[in-house]
T-cell receptor
């Protein structure tokens, strides 16, 4: 089974702090990578796609290291509203030949006033 | 524009009962998915439909059937519910294949006693 591994946390950080999450994926043939955000008892929502060159969206920066098969997410200037579970996702072809996403179990972030 | 809608939001079944979870999207997406999410587990793909008229098994298809009724609707049926199927079920859709952003519905919380 293709795996995506994440530290479950929780990460408890003060407002304004910078926090970084990493995850590793086992399928070396993975082709697409994402970070999703999931609030408590809500559906996952796309935070950002992750590109080989790295990408930034406001306070969020995502990096991909294909050689080491890990993905990172950096959140700068944390806000209370950033409190959520962050899901790392890798997409690639399964053994059956179909393209599927594999979700990590998530990393829980709590931003404290 | 409602995005992805799911019914019901909550359901309690007795072992052996059957039910159908309904999902509809209004974004004209080609691909639709059914996932389950259990505590301590990542989202796991049950079935998906790459386009109207096609369905394929995901990682955990046993005990489920699906129907892609038309481009908008994708239903999940439990023929004989078991306690192991107690979970939160999410429907999702994407414009094309899974390498594109997936949009999730609000989920159905199912308990089988």
């Amino acid at each position: 089974r293709k795996e995506v591994e994440q530290d479950p946390g929780p990460f408890n950080v003060p407002e304004g702090a910078t926090v970084a999450f990493n995850c590793t994926y086992s399928n070396s043939a993975s082709q697409s990578f994402f970070w999703y955000r999931q609030d408590c008892r809500k559906e996952p929502k796309l935070l950002m796609s992750v590109y080989s060159s790295g990408n930034e969206d406001g306070r969020f920066t995502a990096q991909l290291n294909r050689a080491s098969q890990y993905i990172s997410l950096l959140i700068r200037d944390s806000k209370l509203s950033d409190s959520a579970t962050y899901l790392c996702v890798a997409g690639g072809y399964s053994g059956a030949g179909s393209y599927q996403l594999t979700f990590g179990k998530g990393t829980k972030l709590s931003v404290i006033p | 524009n409602a995005g992805v809608t799911q019914t019901p939001k909550f359901q309690v079944l007795k072992t052996g009962q059957s039910m159908t979870l309904q999902c509809a999207q209004d974004m004209n997406h080609n691909s639709m998915y059914w996932y389950r999410q259990d505590p301590g587990m990542g989202l796991r793909l049950i079935y998906y439909s790459a386009s109207e008229g096609t369905t394929d098994k995901g990682e955990v298809p046993n005990g489920y059937n699906v129907s892609r009724l038309n481009k908008r609707e994708f239903s999940l049926r439990l023929e004989s519910a078991a306690p192991s199927q107690t979970s939160v079920y999410f429907c999702a859709s994407s414009e094309r294949d899974p390498s594109y952003e997936q949009y999730f519905g609000p989920g159905t919380r199912l308990t089988v006693t």
